[in-house]
């Protein structure tokens, strides 16, 4: 029996396989947000994509700039803030994995998020060494 | 006087402002009794922490649906060569789902292309559960 996540996390590759219609993995990245958004759409339980400011900032994501525009309708990614706690938590999976500030915070905001969780990226060898770090169904998807 | 067009950006603008902390006003709205009774009930199971946030959180979310189906659609409308095939789609659900048929993608591909003989219409689920069934009816 297999389970829908009710989030997916986005990280660096995902938002810029999104963002630009040119990139090779744009097609791919939009077959996970089309199967939430029409799953969201036919009666089930909706399917919350989020996104770490951190890794907004990483990917110069700025909302307000008209080359979002699309991004930010076909996403719907909702910005998850890093507060105190969750820079302590952050700071904490930073320094058991050995990763960067940013893939942290994308491993807090899944540890934080409603279950099962995805994460979308492109660097799973990480995110996997993250994933084993949190509770919880936390799904590596290779971008 | 007339009302004007309703227009995408007009949604989208305003599902941006949205806002926990916003303002808000109040409306009635005409509903089933059996509904509202329901509401009461699976908010004392533990749905939500009054019939209020239920009921926000599930119109909110209703829109945001709606509105990147917007969105998605008029991607797609200026780029059709964007547009995932049901295969890629049923592939991303069984990757999602965490669901054994992911690593299986001749399979899926398989399912993809026998449903849509008898479902036109058919979904990346309805392909992950004809897939399953496939592989059940290899097994037996």
Not at chain 1, 65 to 71: D, G, I, K, T
Request: charged share 25%; aromatic share 2%; net charge neutral.
């Amino acid at each position: 029996m297999t389970t829908p996540p009710a989030t997916i996390v986005l990280d660096n590759e995902a938002i810029q396989a999104l963002a630009d219609v040119h990139h090779r993995k744009h097609r791919r990245a939009l077959s996970f947000i089309e199967v939430a958004n029409q799953r969201s759409g036919r009666r089930r339980e909706p399917v919350a994509i989020v996104v770490p400011v951190a890794m907004r900032v990483e990917t110069g994501w700025d909302r307000t700039a008209p080359s979002a525009a699309a991004l930010n309708r076909i996403s719907r990614a909702r910005d998850i803030v890093l507060g105190a706690r969750a820079a302590d938590r952050a700071a904490q999976l930073r320094q058991n994995a050995g990763v960067s500030v940013v893939d942290a915070t994308v491993a807090q905001v899944a540890e934080a998020s409603a279950r099962p969780i995805a994460i979308l990226t492109s660097d799973s060898k990480d995110m996997h060494r993250l994933a084993a770090l949190i509770e919880g169904d936390t799904r590596v998807i290779h971008l | 006087m007339k009302r004007p067009v309703p227009r995408d950006e007009d949604l989208f603008a305003l599902l941006d402002r949205l806002d926990a902390h916003g303002p808000t006003v109040v409306s009635s709205v005409r509903q089933p009794a059996a509904l509202k009774e329901a509401l009461k009930v699976a908010v004392g199971l533990g749905l939500d922490a009054n019939a209020n946030d239920a009921t926000v959180q599930a119109l909110r979310d209703r829109l945001e649906a709606f509105a990147q189906r917007r969105a998605l659609d008029a991607h797609y409308a200026a780029h059709p060569e964007v547009r995932p095939s049901l295969v890629e789609l049923a592939q991303a659900a069984a990757e999602l789902d965490g669901d054994p048929l992911a690593i299986e993608p001749a399979l899926i591909h398989r399912a993809a292309t026998e449903i849509v003989a008898f479902r036109p219409r058919a979904t990346a689920d309805d392909v992950l559960v004809y897939a399953a069934g496939l592989r059940s009816q290899a097994n037996a």
